[in-house]
């Protein structure tokens, strides 16, 4: 099945500044997510991403604070903008694919 | 509003003995439902998953069963191996639409 390799895994970041996170499929995919896992909680949808449309966000989650690309059928990117501490979380990309999803390694980012 | 529930954090289990994890859910849309197993520093695995028109499903040494009207389900694992130590994440999504809602998991220790 297809395999998503995502960077960076892990970075400290400090305060107001921003992270750009990328997911690239070894194969074509229609259908991307971008989630976030905060701290002894589960993963929440941030937002949509395919490829030829804007990305679709979920309450909560604004495009200023999270701006995602989509150029292409193999790669995606979220950016995290302005980040505070609360901001720190490990944040995972998924794809849509034959059989079920496929997930990214995750990015665990730790703002200070 | 939690509409996927996993109310135990941690479970431990007895090398050889069944594990149980449970799952309960409160949106009665959901049609489709999935068990992931994550270990550290990786994307989580699809594991097993079930549609609402079944009660059973079976793989190996994974069942999962779902019981409907109680809006629950559980995953055995039978016999228990120590490579079975890891957060396992049940997940539903409904009327075919691919966007997954997430328990916020359990952590299976495997004692041996």
């Known amino acids: 099945s297809a395999v998503i390799s995502q960077k960076p895994s892990r970075d400290i970041c400090q305060r107001g500044t921003s992270l750009t996170i990328q997911c690239q499929v070894d194969s074509q995919v229609t259908m991307m997510f971008w989630y976030r896992q905060q701290p002894g909680q589960s993963l929440t949808l941030i937002a949509t991403?395919?490829?030829?449309?804007?990305?679709?966000?979920e309450s909560g989650f604004v495009i200023d604070k999270f701006p995602i690309s989509r150029p292409n059928l193999t790669f995606s990117t979220l950016t995290v903008s302005n980040m505070s501490p609360e901001d720190s979380s490990i944040y995972l990309c998924s794809a849509v694919v034959v059989g079920g999803y496929t997930f990214g390694s995750g990015t665990r980012l730790t703002v200070v | 509003d939690q509409q996927v529930k996993q109310n135990s954090p941690s479970l431990s289990v007895q090398e050889g003995r069944i594990s149980i994890l449970n799952c309960d859910y409160t949106?009665?849309?959901?049609?489709?439902f999935l068990w992931y197993k994550k270990y550290p520093a990786e994307g989580p695995t699809f594991l097993i998953s079930i549609s609402s028109i079944k009660d059973k499903n079976e793989d190996g040494r994974f069942t999962v069963f779902l019981n409907k009207s109680a809006k629950h389900l559980s995953l055995h694992i039978v016999p228990s191996q120590p490579g079975d130590s890891a957060v396992y994440f049940c997940a539903a999504s409904a009327n075919s639409n691919y966007q997954l809602i997430w328990g916020a998991g359990t952590k299976l220790i495997i004692k041996p």
């Open positions: 949106n009665s849309m959901f049609d489709y």
């Open positions: 991403a395919n490829q030829g449309s804007e990305a679709t966000y």
